[in-house]
């Protein structure tokens, strides 16, 4: 990324942290990285982990010459903390990037002024060590450079894939956003079954913990086919196919359908609850 691009986050909660921290592990200096955060304590411990970024109470001194605006706070603040520096916004035109969950950029739009270009982002946690994944979306009409700067922005923490049809973003919220807690309740139901057969606690929490880790890992090292990657640990008449039509018969895939049918549904509630407009 350009050394000289003023990055500005308001929200200095865990996803801001994430986006800092990769920025500053990726060379871009603190003194183009500004953070407002309404509170002190929070602001204090920022200024310590992040020597040189601009850190304060203050959102409009944060984002003054900004060339992006990261909004990193929770939806039900966002129309009124954006409002307030709609002026300012309009003043200086930077591209605002916003990773509240559910909002629509025609909210956005309406909060920050005409003119704005808007990008939407859903990152999730694994953002916090590097490996997060992020579904990108911006209306048809973004300028091109707008586009790029969000998507180094969010490169900073991890994998990053754009979708064209906004609705779609509440998918990328339930496949991704909330996907991290599927593959910890996982962990855990393997950590509870293997000590429920006869290993220590610890043993069982190592080896589903170290599972977890080596079967992503393995997945993003490869081509993508998942399918591929599953039969090849799957050997015929072996342990694995015992356990996969176990789960089959359990109706394993209808129970993931249901769980991000739902997760695609309360981030449409979302939408009506915090915004104006509905996709």
């Known amino acids: 990324m350009n050394p000289d691009i003023k990055i500005a986050f308001i929200g200095g909660g865990n996803m801001g942290r994430a986006l800092v921290g990769g920025l500053r592990g990726g060379g871009h200096p603190a003194a183009k990285l500004a953070i407002g955060d309404p509170h002190e304590a929070t602001c204090?411990?920022?200024?310590?982990?992040?020597p040189g970024v601009q850190v304060g109470t203050d959102n409009l001194a944060a984002i003054a010459d900004a060339d992006i605006v990261v909004l990193a706070i929770k939806p039900q603040e966002l129309a009124q903390v954006v409002t307030a520096m709609q002026p300012a916004l309009r003043q200086t035109r930077p591209v605002v990037l916003s990773i509240a969950a559910?909002?629509?950029?025609?909210?956005?739009?309406?909060?920050?002024?005409?003119?704005?270009a808007i990008v939407r982002a859903m990152p999730n946690r694994p953002a916090l060590v590097g490996a997060g994944a992020t579904g990108l979306y911006a209306p048809a009409d973004t300028p091109p450079a707008a586009r790029a700067l969000a998507e180094e922005v969010m490169r900073a923490a991890g994998t990053v894939a754009w979708v064209d049809d906004e609705s779609l973003m509440d998918v990328v919220t339930a496949v991704s956003g909330s996907g991290p807690a599927y593959f910890f309740l996982l962990a855990e139901a393997l950590t509870e079954a293997g000590i429920r057969q006869g290993l220590a606690a610890e043993a069982a929490r190592q080896l589903a913990v170290a599972t977890l880790h080596g079967a992503g890992s393995m997945a993003a090292r490869s081509d993508g086919d998942l399918s591929r990657l599953r039969a090849e640990v799957t050997s015929r008449g072996g342990t694995t196919e015992a356990a996969l039509q176990s789960l089959h018969a359990q109706h394993f895939g209808a129970l993931v359908d249901a769980a991000v049918e739902a997760a695609v549904r309360r981030g449409r509630e979302l939408a009506a609850e915090f915004g104006t407009h509905r996709s």
């Open 44 to 50: 204090e411990a920022l200024r310590r982990d992040y």
């Open 102 to 116: 559910g909002l629509r950029t025609a909210d956005l739009a309406g909060w920050c002024g005409a003119g704005i």
